[in-house]
């Protein structure tokens, strides 16, 4: 049993939120751009990071204080990345050094996130003049969670928040999220931040263990997936409040804990996939067929991140040519002649690909499928029983005036 | 003793060019869509093609047609790629077949490209119908190579051409060429084709090292590489009428026909790569001090394709952290603290950023210095005694509303 249910961030119990304005940016006068996310008790930790060379300081400040697998708040802010800036890791402690001396915690069961402009000094001061109105808007509510969840916002177009309840050992479990990043023409377009709570009780160990395998198979396929920012980082806290039996190892209530895990993480990244600038459509491609999970993972990946294929989905152009394209430079090896492709929606499923050659379709109904907001992309490669799907959004900028009407 | 020179791909002695409107596409009903290119004698001839697992039926009819490599003419079209088409390869040697007839050579010794839309059947009809016209056109002359060189456009908004003169053996050679395609955002944009003649005489192996040894640092060093479509080709013809004692071997003859084919090539790869839609800028990002050429390869690529650094060079941001997060992402390992990135153009150059961090900078010159048409990011790695050139061009869509003013 796995349900979405409203909260957020604060959905589960013991978890309050709040989101202000500090003046991270002198000339956003209004913006909320600092999130204070805090547990009533400790938590049991676990993030993962940029693979990015270059790494924000808050990362390497929060890789320190994540030795332990404890943690009680985390501090974000936009409008500055601190990454390749002055101060930048003195800058990222005494954010957590005032959260630690407001909540009366340690520093160090802080964890601190950035996202913003990078190469200039964080104005810190105006964080740390902010935190007693952060504290005292402090709460466990829908608002609270969603305030929070713009104050991290940059390029965003919308905030993301989504939460799961489930049963773990025969207790209800919680878990909730704000995230941001988005996943319009490609990669690099900006950080991706997420904050993940839970009230489930389970180990550091088996914790940072779903995480990685929740991040793999969520927020990794999406098109933003790939390259990654300085900042980029996920992390998830657990309080135990839920008062299930504590998960130490693999089995039944880790199983039902990863479920839900991966249904809240899913959530959050096809809102990701589906914020592009202007974005009109959300694009599931789903891959079946393939010789194994990673060569589908690959091929589907491919079709999202390619700009024709967005393009012509933007155009409700039925160009199947370019889903081929893409899979074919995916860097995969496959048999184009057994390739076959369907374009799907509420509006209907139209097969326009078969062994690799062109069908004649109805027109008509391809354009119907295709001006839906949820459109499919069903791939068979033919090779096999493997399968992965992932997500993506059109692109609506001006340059589809020559793409979006290519074909016809 | 390199210039360049005008004529195109009509530069070299002994080479024809046509391009004329064929109805390829029915509702285009002036674009010139077809273009032969002929030499008076045969040619020792060598191509590269698209990496793309899925390949144009044009590319294996050339595979076969240049076994014995030799070729007399190329015939190439716009508006269909004949790819995943019923008919693909018969078509294809339709177009080869007709075009020998025309001209009295074997089938085999005409080569054949396509670029457009994928899946679709080409009226090869069309075609046929006007080789009589496109055969009565050809003459050597700077008009003829034009109109070839807009024959073979599509979603190019100029048409890309050039020549160079220099001298093997004592003999003055020419060498020239027009290519099709787009650096714009990103890889998938379209097919590259780019059709290169000259009278050098060179043996089929030589021409064919020449070929791959050029290619691989000029048009796989702009920021269309890495992802290719199904029609990528690059061919050259060489009639050897220059009279000079034939290539057959490494040498300085090899050595001043190289460095001329590197030109011919890097020029028409710019023109490329600075034809974005509406892109206003030529970005060239030289990469100094690296481990490796492959490694200031990686890095400087990474930044030239990156959507963020392009937007920023669109808004003469001097936004330095985006080519940091651009090469952190690269996949190359490498210390952030030892590098540092300077912006240059005609109106001066700027340190922005040294050993990792930035820098206080006049933001009055830098402005200057992005506003240029041709600007240069060029970075020092601080690692050792390699470097290299990329090229790319800025984005102008809607979305650097949001990226292009993003730092100040």
């Not at 924000?56 to 409008?79: E, F, M, Q, T, Y």
């Not at 096809?270 to 690959?298: F, N, P, Y």
């Not at 907001?373 to 005036?401: F, L, P, R």
Request: aromatic share 4%.
């Amino acid at each position: 049993m796995l349900n979405f249910i409203d909260g957020g961030v604060c959905a589960a119990q013991g978890f309050r939120a709040a989101g202000v304005h500090a003046g991270v940016k002198t000339h956003a006068e209004w913006k909320k751009d600092v999130a204070l996310i805090v547990s009533d008790v400790d938590c049991t930790a676990a993030a993962v990071f940029t693979k990015n060379v270059v790494k924000a300081a808050p990362i390497h400040v929060d890789l320190r204080h994540l030795a332990d697998g404890k943690a009680r708040a985390v501090i974000a802010n936009s409008g500055n990345a601190n990454a390749c800036a002055p101060q930048g890791e003195e800058n990222a402690e005494r954010m957590c050094s005032a959260v630690a001396q407001a909540l009366g915690c340690k520093p160090e069961d802080v964890l601190v996130s950035s996202t913003g402009v990078i190469g200039q000094r964080i104005n810190v001061e105006a964080i740390e003049t902010a935190i007693p109105t952060l504290c005292a808007a402090l709460e466990r509510s829908a608002e609270a969670s969603d305030a929070a969840g713009h104050a991290i916002m940059t390029t965003d177009t919308t905030k993301k928040e989504a939460a799961v309840e489930t049963t773990v050992g025969g207790k209800p479990v919680r878990m909730g999220g704000i995230a941001k990043g988005s996943g319009m023409i490609h990669p690099n377009m900006g950080t991706m931040l997420c904050f993940l709570t839970t009230d489930c009780a389970i180990s550091p160990e088996m914790i940072k263990t779903a995480l990685l395998e929740t991040v793999s198979v969520s927020f990794n396929r999406i098109s933003v997936d790939g390259d990654t920012s300085t900042n980029d980082t996920c992390c998830v806290l657990a309080n135990g409040l839920a008062g299930n039996e504590p998960i130490t190892a693999k089995g039944p209530d880790y199983d039902a804990f990863l479920s839900a895990l991966r249904a809240l993480c899913t959530e959050l990244a096809k809102k990701m996939a589906s914020d592009g600038e202007g974005a009109r459509h959300l694009i599931t491609c789903t891959v079946q067929g393939a010789k194994s999970e990673k060569s589908a993972e690959t091929i589907s990946k491919s079709v999202v991140s390619s700009t024709l294929t967005k393009a012509a989905i933007f155009g409700a152009d039925a160009n199947w040519g370019r889903v081929l394209c893409a899979m074919g430079y995916s860097g995969e090896d496959f048999d184009p002649d057994q390739v076959s492709v369907h374009f799907a929606s509420a509006a209907g499923d139209i097969q326009v690909c078969a062994k690799g050659r062109g069908l004649d379709f109805d027109e008509d109904l391809a354009k119907k499928v295709l001006t839906e907001h949820d459109v499919e992309i069903n791939i068979s490669m033919g090779e096999g029983e493997a399968s992965c799907t992932c997500w993506g959004c059109d692109i609506t900028y001006d340059y589809i005036k020559i793409n979006g009407d290519y074909r016809t």
